[in-house]
């Protein structure tokens, strides 16, 4: 637990980054229930862009955030969590609907669209798929915040997964930062960890 002695103020809140497609409810959750054990501490949490991720941790603009992709763990904590299966967009009648699932071979003879046009945004990427154009490979998360009523996407099997991670600097000391560390592992204020 935080060290907060009778009367003092607890300290601001603990900034906590996340990026599209991470869904960082259940551990928002699981931080109030900690919280109401001990003076109230709020958690920000700030939907960032995963390539500025990295840089608001550095920077000190946030004290941690999940993160997607590989990082560079120089300087930095990082605690994987989970692996994202990959998936293809496709428009709603494109034939790979017909299938479960796809391999990277099933594709391609197809335009991986994000590939040829790397300047579109994921958005725009989304659109062109829609007109009937290539696919888009991503996070199934991502597909699914992007998600249409005139695209579809099947798991590509032997696409590599994307890890989502806690990411936060080695500098960071803040007790606020170790609850959050167990908070995302599963522990509870009853925890013997705790």
């Not at 935080?2 to 991470?22: A, W």
């Not at 000190?60 to 994202?84: A, F, N, Q, S, W």
């Not at 796809?102 to 590939?115: F, H, K, S, T």
């Amino acid at each position: 637990m935080e060290d907060i002695t009778p009367g003092s103020r607890p300290p601001g809140p603990l900034r906590v980054g996340f990026v599209p497609g991470v869904m960082p409810g259940k551990w928002e959750r699981a931080w109030a229930e900690w919280h109401r054990t001990i003076r109230s501490r709020r958690l920000d949490l700030t939907l960032v862009e995963a390539a500025d991720s990295e840089r608001l941790i550095r920077s000190g603009e946030l004290d941690m955030c999940l993160v997607r992709g590989t990082v560079d763990r120089d300087g930095l904590h990082v605690i994987p969590l989970y692996r994202e299966v990959a998936v293809a967009v496709v428009a709603a009648d494109h034939p790979a609907t017909a299938y479960d699932e796809l391999r990277l071979a099933d594709l391609a003879d197809e335009l991986d669209v994000l590939a040829e046009f790397p300047e579109l945004d994921l958005p725009m990427a989304v659109e062109t798929v829609a007109a009937g154009t290539g696919y888009v490979l991503v996070p199934m998360s991502l597909a699914r915040l992007h998600s249409r009523k005139d695209v579809d996407f099947r798991p590509v099997i032997d696409a590599e997964e994307s890890p989502i991670s806690l990411a936060w600097s080695v500098d960071n000391e803040d007790p606020g930062a170790q609850i959050f560390v167990g908070v995302v592992r599963g522990r509870s204020p009853r925890s013997s960890r705790a």
